[in-house]
């Protein structure tokens, strides 16, 4: 089981996609939205007019969804209109096998840079945790 903790939706969107897991996330109803709590890609926080876009739009969005709460709008209508870089958090409980086949996909080169970091820091932790279960599943 783990706990993935400030990743975006864009990799949560990807996660689940891996039916052969069980997940648990966290709820755009009940948690705080602010533009502070959103992932920014490496290629737009190193380029500076890439970022100062990215902060407006940003901006824009997280204004709107203020506006439309205080006009009456519930929140979770509201929430449409948040991106896909809003941070979340999920539980995620999956076989050793399973990771392995998610891992042997989402560590490619072709996969996206978030989805690749949290796959690989699961690999990670599941070999510190179980090295003997590792080595004979690679083995065998």
Known sequence: MFE???CSRVTTHQLVR?????YDQE???FSAATKEGCVIPPTIQSNGEALKVYDTA???VYEAFE??????VPKEDARYVLPNATKT???MTVSAR???HIAWQRTAL???WEIRAVVSEMMKLAKQATPELWVSLVEG
């Open 27 to 29: 709820s755009q109803r």
């Open 18 to 22: 891996h039916r052969m897991a069980s």
């Open 4 to 6: 993935i903790e400030d």
């Open 58 to 60: 940003l901006k824009g």
């Open 98 to 100: 399973s990771l392995m």
């Open 89 to 91: 958090k999920l539980v």
């Open 110 to 112: 072709q996969a996206q």
């Open 67 to 72: 506006k439309m709460i205080s006009l009456g």
